[in-house]
């Protein structure tokens, strides 16, 4: 009996001394999946290379992250915030000893493609390689060679300040198991080559589905929900939906209306603030016509979904006078007493999905904290919106919210004091 | 029959149709009214777009009487370009003015700074009245002529004799807060405030204590401001000390 119980006990130890070995295994296989030995490219970095690559270095917005405010461009050291703690962005600019001055364009390739760093270490998603992964080889070695010619500057990489078990190799590499996958862009047969470029260019260094989709409790982006919108960690700011015509889907808009929103940060129906804002000024707007256009053809033939909701009865806010009072005391002037906006000036908020949308976490933060928007040669000088944050009480901002929200054929839900101090 | 037939299929006219159909025409109507708005304008100057700086620097830049926020109308361009632009780059910390100069280019931050220099407005009576005379002196003392053997130098000496700045970049002292003084001796005892290198006033925040701010701060915004007066024209004579952001 006691023999007995004594081999099952080892053999139950065996069980799980191989499961852990073969999942162990599966997970290195995973990580490893794609890879093969890294071949040098023969081409030497031309000056065209070198202007490609400038030119795609701000289509992949890489100077943001990997610029800390005030310092020099790509020197790293910005800390990107997530649930999991700070991740720090690196130092890309061609100094030896703290940046890439020693990586070869392969390595280079190897960090977009597979997110593995030139010591063979596993690097954070922070880095959007998930996305960058789509990146041709060709266009890889052109940032490459771009990055060689941006002023090596001395700054060594911060270490992450990430939490346990986040900050384990071993948790990196699961995770990259179950969400990580290298893959290469694949030219879609029944589409147009305009449309091919626009997918290539928001799936990979465009990187929009880093925002606009939601998350999953391990910080992944759900692929079937892609471009489904969701609140970006860490920065409470809702990346509205790009499949929804109730939030920032396009399908229904004209191309040359998509065009200038990206190129000037504004159009008709409204104009970009907080992170795609940031988005405009320092990517988007740079981009050649054709390329903005590429994107725009992409981003309206995205699938649509219309909420469920909208076929039904919507959620109409209450009048609140308090609400009215607010608006005509603080917003009018600007916004037009029916909140038709100022042509050129401000943006309408009567119809206006950012006013609208369900989600009213960005409509908070702009009355909050104000902001101009981007500062664009389409747009060079911006009119602002004044922080009412310090001047506002949360009672007094939920009710200005409620009122635009409802007012003018405006059919959304109210908002709570409690919902402003949640978002603001 | 046939009547029937028809009355039967009207019935069976899909419900969430007829309602869409319904929130379609109140849509449409609700477009109707927006589109029956009358059009908006507003005036096509920097004072309309600026709109957004006054509700914390006044109307204008004046100042209100909330008691903190600096005015700005009327201060040098050079200063107030530097400070926009330190406000960009993380140098000083305000996080509504990090907001909302984030997407502002080189070129827009030096057209607003222009304009709020351009600005000739009154200046209100001074804010603080009936501070003890001895704390009065000792400000008076420490901004005519500093402290020669703590190396500490007069204010004077670079915002100009009569304390209104000089032309282009370096900032007046009166008719300011006296909490925004303290504020900002603070943040730069504490490096929160940076300019650029050499880094002046940073090194003379280090050397005074509380009592010197308290000083200085009071007697600065006891003083009214005199009617028409304006920034100093550039100095001839070289500043007691290096200063990153007095010529840039």
Same mark, same amino acid.
């Given at each position: 009996m006691k023999l007995r119980g004594a081999m099952l006990l080892g053999l139950l130890a065996l069980v799980c001394v191989v499961g852990l070995a073969s999942v162990s295994a599966l997970v290195v296989?995973? @990580?490893? +999946?794609?890879? %093969?030995?890294?071949?040098?490219?023969?081409?030497?970095? %031309?000056?065209?290379?070198?202007?490609?690559?400038?030119?795609l270095a701000l289509a992949g917005n890489c100077a943001t992250c990997h610029t800390a405010r005030g310092g020099a461009p790509y020197a790293g050291g910005r800390g990107i915030e997530t649930p999991f703690g700070i991740v720090y962005a690196g130092n890309l600019t061609p100094d030896a000893a703290t940046g890439l001055g020693d990586w070869t364009a392969a390595e280079f390739w190897r960090a977009l493609h597979h997110g593995r760093s030139r010591d063979g270490r596993l690097l954070y998603p922070a880095f959007p390689y998930p996305n960058y992964t789509q990146v041709s080889r060709e266009d890889a070695d052109a940032l490459y060679a771009y990055l060689r010619t941006v002023p090596a500057v001395a700054s060594a990489n911060k270490p992450h300040a990430l939490r346990f078990p986040y900050n384990s190799a071993a948790a990196l590499a699961v995770w990259r198991a179950l969400f990580f996958s290298p893959g290469s862009y694949a030219v879609q047969a029944g589409k147009s080559p305009e !449309?091919? +470029?626009?997918?290539?260019?928001v799936t990979g260094l465009g990187h929009c589905a880093a925002c606009h989709s939601p998350r999953n409790m391990f910080g992944a982006t759900i692929e079937s929900l892609e471009y489904g919108g969701g609140l970006i960690p860490a920065q409470n700011w809702y990346a509205p939906s790009l499949g929804s015509p109730e939030e920032a889907g396009v399908a229904d808009w004209p191309v040359e209306q998509v065009v200038a929103l990206l190129k000037t940060g504004r159009t008709a129906r409204g104009s970009v603030l907080g992170p795609m804002a940031d988005v405009v000024f320092r990517s988007t707007q740079f981009l050649s016509d054709a390329d903005l256009h590429a994107m725009a053809v992409f981003l309206k033939d995205l699938p649509q979904h219309r909420l469920e909701r909208a076929a039904g009865q919507p959620p109409k806010a209450p009048p609140t006078p308090h609400g009215a009072k607010l608006y005509e005391q603080h917003c009018a002037a #600007?916004?037009? &007493?029916q909140g038709q906006g100022a042509a050129g000036a401000y943006p309408p908020l009567a119809g206006n999905r950012a006013?609208?949308? &369900? &989600? $009213?976490? @960005?409509?908070?933060?702009?009355?909050?904290s104000g902001g101009f928007p981007p500062a664009t040669a389409g747009n060079p000088q911006p009119y602002g919106m004044p922080p009412f944050g310090p001047h506002l009480s949360d009672e007094e901002i939920a009710a200005v919210i409620t009122h635009v929200r409802g007012a003018w054929g405006n059919r959304a839900s109210a908002l709570s004091s409690l919902g402003v101090l949640r978002a603001r | 029959m046939p009547h029937h037939g028809a009355y039967s299929r009207r019935s069976r006219f899909p419900s969430h149709l007829l309602a869409r159909s319904t929130v379609l025409a109140a849509l449409a109507c609700c477009a109707a009214v927006v589109a029956a708005a009358p059009p908006h304008?507003?005036?096509?100057?920097?004072?309309?777009?600026?709109?957004a700086c006054s509700g914390c620097h006044g109307k204008d830049g004046r100042a209100t009487s909330q008691g903190y926020f600096p005015r700005i109308a009327g201060k040098p361009a050079g200063y107030l370009y530097n400070q926009l632009l330190n406000f960009r780059e993380g140098r000083r910390n305000n996080g509504a003015m990090n907001?909302?100069?984030?997407?502002?280019?080189? $070129?827009? =931050?030096?057209?607003?700074? @222009?304009y709020f220099a351009e600005l000739d407005l009154p200046y209100p009576p001074p804010q603080v009245v009936g501070a003890s005379a001895s704390l009065l002196a000792a400000g008076q003392q420490l901004v005519l002529? *500093?402290?020669?053997?703590? &190396? =500490?130098?007069? #204010?004077?000496? #670079?915002? *100009?004799?009569?304390?209104?700045?000089?032309? /282009?970049s370096v900032p007046g002292l009166? *008719?300011? /807060? +006296?909490?925004?003084?303290? *504020?900002?001796?603070?943040? !730069? +005892?504490t490096g929160l405030r940076k300019t650029a290198p050499p880094d002046c006033m940073g090194r003379i925040a280090q050397t005074l204590t509380r009592e010197d701010v308290l000083a200085v701060s009071t007697w600065l915004a006891s003083q009214p401001v005199p009617v028409g007066a304006k920034p100093d024209a550039p100095a001839t004579t070289p500043l007691p000390m290096g200063c990153g952001s007095a010529l840039r």
């Open positions: 296989a995973l @990580n490893l +999946r794609g890879e %093969t030995t890294l071949q040098e490219s023969a081409k030497v970095s %031309t000056p065209e290379q070198v202007a490609k690559g400038a030119y !449309w091919n +470029r626009g997918a290539y260019l #600007c916004h037009g &007493d006013v609208t949308m &369900d &989600d $009213a976490t @960005n409509l908070v933060r702009i009355v909050v | 304008t507003v005036p096509d100057t920097m004072q309309q777009r600026m709109l907001t909302l100069v984030e997407h502002l280019n080189d $070129a827009y =931050l030096r057209q607003i700074a @222009n002529q *500093g402290d020669k053997p703590r &190396d =500490l130098p007069a #204010c004077v000496a #670079c915002h *100009g004799a009569a304390m209104m700045g000089v032309v /282009p009166l *008719g300011l /807060p +006296r909490d925004y003084v303290v *504020g900002q001796l603070g943040a !730069w +005892r």
